[in-house]
């Protein structure tokens, strides 16, 4: 069974660097095509595609917050992590890891989500 | 840039609904695949994908929903819409980097 779970802290502060945990099961970022992502959903407010770690561990981000980001595999193999620097209360959001197949491209399998408020 | 429409869609029960996904640049890629998503987000839930590839839907997903469309216009289609539709739908493209979502549309019930 194909499981994702996000896990962080639930209360930043301004100007602090953010780190998000993603802990994956049934598959393997190993395995050819087999991608991670993150995505963001600030509340009431539609999703934005943050950033994606692949099984050659190429990375791509955003445009707009490519310098605050950084996507890595995690301690265990079985680990992304997504950290955020210089975290601003528009920030405010639920954060989602999903799976991500390169032979379609799409978010087939996602997490429950992490709510993070950024406030002082 | 992923532009949907409309904004907000009420529907009858057992009405077909359609909603409208359109790119700023073509979504076909070199390898001649069309790599548009289409995604739902029930309220208080994770999204959840229904279409890959235009047109081709997740394992589970009923055939009352449907994707057609080419180049930078896609359409979502529920031939019959029932409660449990109610939710955010989402186009999402693959094709570009960086990926990106459209705005969402919201299916409520009349």
């Known amino acids: 069974q194909v499981t994702l779970r996000e896990s962080g802290p639930a209360l930043v502060k301004p100007t602090e660097t953010l780190t998000l945990t993603c802990t994956f099961s049934g598959f393997s970022l190993g395995t050819r095509g087999v991608c991670v992502s993150w995505v963001r959903q600030p509340p009431g407010k539609a999703l934005e595609w943050l950033a994606l770690?692949?099984?050659?561990?190429?990375?791509f981000y955003s445009t707009s917050l490519k310098t605050r980001l950084t996507i890595s595999e995690g301690t265990s193999k079985n680990q992304v992590v997504l950290t955020m620097t210089n975290v601003d209360p528009v920030d405010t959001a639920t954060y989602y890891c999903?799976?991500?197949?390169?032979?379609?491209?799409?978010?087939?399998?996602w997490g429950r989500g992490t709510l993070v408020t950024v406030s002082s | 840039v992923m532009t949907q429409s409309p904004l907000s869609l009420p529907v009858t029960l057992g009405q077909p609904a359609s909603i409208s996904c359109r790119s700023s640049?073509?979504?076909?890629?070199?390898?001649?695949?069309?790599?548009l998503n289409w995604f739902q987000q029930r309220p208080g839930q994770s999204p959840r994908r229904l279409i890959y590839?235009?047109?081709n839907r997740d394992s589970g997903v009923p055939d009352r929903f449907s994707g057609s469309g080419s180049g930078t216009d896609f359409t979502l289609k529920i031939s019959r819409v029932e409660a449990e539709d109610v939710g955010v739908y989402y186009c999402?493209?693959?094709?570009?980097?960086?990926?990106?979502f459209g705005g969402g549309t919201k299916v409520e019930i009349k």
């Open positions: 999903a799976r991500v197949l390169s032979n379609n491209w799409g978010f087939d399998l």
């Open positions: 640049q073509s979504l076909v890629y070199s390898d001649g695949n069309t790599y």
């Open positions: 590839k235009v047109s």
């Open positions: 999402m493209q693959g094709t570009h980097w960086p990926f990106t």
């Open positions: 770690i692949g099984w050659k561990d190429d990375k």
